[in-house]
């Protein structure tokens, strides 16, 4: 075994995972994450209960929060509804785990702008502020590479690159209160200029990776798996090594996405030819 | 100034027009010469640089009906073309039954059928709104609005608020003329909201499984509560339900008035059946403006309509059953979230629980890039049942399935995968295919 940290068992541990409102965050297949992180500690024996939050009740007590993409209207209403509840807040300072995607990366920040590009209060979870872009709509494959002061796998290791497909307006802007996640190679990301991807501080991460995110990159699934599995009292002891899964399918659909984007685009002329090919 | 009546409906007036119409069979003519397929969008393409107006020009004259929304356009504009075809007093009938639904397609099925008399259009959600204001349709049926391709067209709300606009300004029926008459699906919060602007509403109940695009009010922001009974309601503003003409329950058409009316046809699975009954109510205005009887002369009735719909037995593959190696191959097509759902329903109510599943994934232009939408699928309802997973994105399609805990073989090739799973059937057994947009073109012109 290649993992440089000595892996631990978690069989019988207990964790809950709960997805965010996905009655109002549920738009772009994000709940997916959710799945991801149940089925890769269930896998490892641990006993997990994946909790699907509606958002007329009050967010129920998890160890991991999933918070996905959605439209402009609903992303106001869930940062309303969260900040109110005061439970997410709390629960990050026990010690919680939180994964935002796109419009749940937004709405964990300080500001956000809503339909018409008013900013409205986000849960300032993540020293982040997002405003509407100027230009079109960022859509399409990203790839970023995980930046020097990202957080490491249990093995010390730094994250492998991370695939995902993005879609958004806003422009992301890290304050000094957070880290950017990634660096990126391909697409747009945060699209301040600063060429960053998503944020995080503590146990905290924002990403505009769709996919899902978690299905795509199982290293960072593993990750947050690992935090959340390390409890409370090691806030700062990085997270748990966990037993490897054969996860060949997930490393077959990560290296064909990496390859489609690093292939040089055949170029659109090259492509009507081979239409126009009689069979 | 006297505006004199055109020969016959959609005949070019006009320099610029006829240059237009022109430009469509010149296209046509050199795009099918070239190989490209029928080459009817390119014509239609050409056609509308010439003249941006040809689309209204060509409707002129006839009968027009439009069906729109998210899923089932296309066999619900069959139905509703073969329901009024042919009935006595009823002229020709074009549609456009390729599939291609935007302003191009229309120009170019119009152009192509001079002297039709009633246009079936079948019209992409984002369109809607021209067509409304080009085409002067007669009635217009929109079917249901869930999320698709999310990477090209606008999100549901926004497409919402642009029917909104459009059906809007349709005129309100007066003493010259009946008005358009909007058929609309009751069940589906998004659709009721979009067509409460309209002068003339039929309402369908014709059920809708699919509410996850639905719960936020979209006229309140509150949220929309959905009890057994199927009356929807906002919880926080009056927004509710409206009162139906009409209801799709089981296998019968029911009408305010307390009739059944039977549902029969050859087409599986109960979305066809509410598109079914979607098409009763829109076809007897449609035939009441084209002069349509019935075999005894009397107006048009729903039953008339309903007793049509049978003979159509797929729709461009649709449903069609072809043999392969022994076995009978089904083809399903379903292109989101909502429609793989309807489609599992289809599975477990109609055909062999044991047939192995070929599904098979594209994601390209045509069905939105990104894959996201596999995890809205429940895949798990497929726990037990022989799977294989094809097509350009059967990666993706194998970590959902392993997600869902559902054994699997990855088969590179739509005919390979389908072999496999033939073999695996074993003879005198069934195969179903449910494939995306380009994934089961993709294999029918492999068969």
């Given amino acids: 075994m290649s993992a440089g940290a000595d892996v631990r068992s978690v069989a019988g541990r207990r964790l809950v995972v709960c997805v965010v409102f996905p009655d109002l965050l549920g738009t772009y297949g994000d709940g997916g994450n959710g799945l991801v992180l149940a089925r890769r500690a269930a896998w490892r024996g641990v006993e997990v209960e994946l909790v699907q939050a509606p958002s007329d009740r009050p967010l129920p007590e998890a160890d991991l929060y999933t918070v996905g993409g959605g439209e402009d209207g609903p992303q106001v209403r869930a940062a309303s509804a969260l900040a109110e509840g005061g439970v997410l807040e709390r629960r990050v300072a026990e010690g919680a785990v939180v994964l935002g995607v796109c419009a749940g990366f937004q709405l964990i920040g300080r500001s956000f702008p809503d339909a018409a590009g008013r900013p409205q209060a986000g849960v300032g979870l993540l020293d982040v502020t997002t405003r509407k872009g100027d230009g079109p709509r960022a859509v399409g494959e990203l790839v970023a590479a995980p930046s020097a002061d990202a957080p490491r796998t249990a093995s010390g290791l730094p994250l492998p690159r991370l695939t995902g497909f993005e879609n958004h307006g806003g422009v992301s802007v890290i304050g000094p209160g957070a880290v950017p996640l990634a660096r990126v190679e391909r697409g747009v990301g945060n699209g301040g200029g600063d060429g960053t991807e998503g944020a995080w501080s503590g146990r905290v991460l924002g990403t505009y990776l769709h996919g899902p995110v978690l299905a795509r990159n199982t290293a960072l699934a593993d990750l947050l798996l690992g935090w959340a599995l390390a409890g409370p009292d090691a806030v700062d002891g990085g997270p748990v090594a966990l037993e490897p899964l054969d996860d060949f399918e997930e490393l077959a659909l990560r290296a064909e996405r990496l390859e489609a984007v690093d292939a040089p685009e055949v170029p659109g002329w090259r492509r009507a030819l081979a239409r126009l090919r009689p069979g | 100034m006297t505006v004199r009546p055109t020969a016959r409906p959609g005949a070019p007036s ?406 496999h799973a033939v073999r695996v059937a074993g003879d005198g057994r069934s195969v179903e295919f449910l494939g995306n947009y380009t994934a089961f073109a993709d294999l029918r012109r492999a068969l």
């Fill in chain 2, 14 to 419: 006009g320099l610029r027009t006829t240059t237009a119409v022109g430009a469509v069979s010149a296209v046509n003519r050199l795009s099918r010469a070239l190989g490209r397929g029928s080459g009817t969008v390119a014509g239609g393409r050409a056609g509308l640089a010439v003249d941006p107006g040809l689309l209204g020009v060509l409707a002129t004259g006839r009968r027009v009906a439009l069906v729109s929304g998210t899923n089932g356009k296309t066999t619900t504009t069959r139905l509703l073309a073969t329901a009024v075809a042919g009935v006595d007093g009823v002229g020709p009938v074009v549609s456009n039954d390729t599939g291609a639904n935007m302003p191009a397609g229309h120009v170019a099925a119009l152009a192509g059928a001079p002297d039709a008399t009633v246009a079936v259009l079948e019209v992409d959600e984002g369109y809607l709104g021209r067509l409304v204001g080009d085409a002067h349709p007669d009635v217009i049926v929109l079917l249901n609005l869930s999320r698709d391709q999310l990477d090209r067209i606008a999100e549901v709300r926004m497409l919402v608020d642009r029917w909104r606009t459009a059906l809007g300004g349709l005129a309100a029926p007066g003493p010259a003329a009946a008005g358009t008459v909007v058929v609309a699906n009751a069940d589906d919060p998004m659709v009721a909201f979009a067509a409460g602007t309209a002068p003339r509403v039929r309402w369908v109940g014709a059920g809708q499984v699919w509410h996850d695009d639905a719960v936020g009010c979209p006229a309140c922001g509150g949220r929309i509560r959905f009890p057994d009974d199927g009356r929807w309601a906002c919880d926080r503003c009056d927004f509710a339900r409206p009162a139906l003409d009409a209801e799709v329950v089981g296998d019968e058409l029911v009408l305010s008035d307390g009739t059944r009316h039977p549902i029969r046809l050859a087409l599986p699975g109960q979305f066809n059946r509410a598109n079914a009954g979607m098409v009763a109510v829109a076809a007897v205005p449609l035939l009441e403006a084209a002069g349509g009887r019935d075999g005894n002369g009397g107006a048009p009735t729903v039953d008339l309509v309903l007793g049509r719909l049978a003979s159509v037995t797929e729709v461009a593959g649709r449903f069609a059953t072809v043999p392969r190696g022994g076995a009978d191959v089904r083809l399903l097509l379903a292109k989101n979230p909502a429609g793989w759902t309807a489609v599992f329903d289809l599975l477990e109510e109609s055909g062999d629980v044991a047939a192995p599943v070929v599904l098979s994934v594209n994601a390209r232009t045509a069905d939105g890039l990104d894959t996201s939408w596999l995890w809205d699928v429940p895949f798990e309802r497929l726990v037990g049942r022989s799977i294989v997973a094809t097509g350009d994105r059967r990666l993706d399609l194998a970590v959902r399935l392993r997600y869902a805990e559902v054994a699997h073989d990855v088969v590179d090739g739509p005919l390979a995968a389908l072999d």
